[in-house]
């Protein structure tokens, strides 16, 4: 059973992993993606997002492509269905939502849970107070 104490030390250390997180993505942000637009097309950047797709387990494609269906902005989610083959879109985009549904059930006891945004910002906002 979940105590208490075992919350808030998960929450601690949660905390400290989005810390580390943030910095990464900043560092990169600031020093990586400027030095791959001097220096990689935008064609050699797709075939290497390409080739590493290449290596995800297609068991879990489903399930994550439903979590990008439930997280981003109708934006993101736009652009990323019209970056697809037509007939792999429409397998993911009835797959997707189920699949992720199914693992939200199993992990959240509900097939909606907190946005990672939220969840996020509550991590932060804890291990600042």
């Known amino acids: 059973m979940a105590t208490s104490e075992g919350r ?19 560092l990169e942000e600031q020093r990586i993606l400027p030095l791959a637009e001097k220096h ?9 997002a390409g080739e590493s ?18 997280e981003a902005s109708p934006e993101v989610i736009q652009k990323t269905l019209s970056e697809l083959p037509p007939e792999v879109r429409t397998v993911l985009q009835e797959q997707g939502p189920r699949a992720f549904s199914s693992h939200s059930e ?5 097939a909606t849970p907190p946005r990672s945004g939220a969840v996020m910002r509550g991590l932060r906002e804890h291990s600042q107070g």
């Open 40 to 48: 990689i097309t935008a064609a050699e950047w797709h075939a290497m």
């Open 106 to 110: 199993r992990v959240y006891g509900t």
């Open 8 to 26: 808030e030390a998960l929450a601690d250390v949660l905390g400290q992993l989005i810390h580390a997180l943030d910095e990464h993505m900043r």
């Open 53 to 70: 797709g290449r290596t995800i387990p297609q068991e879990i494609v489903p399930p994550v492509f439903g979590m990008v269906l439930y």
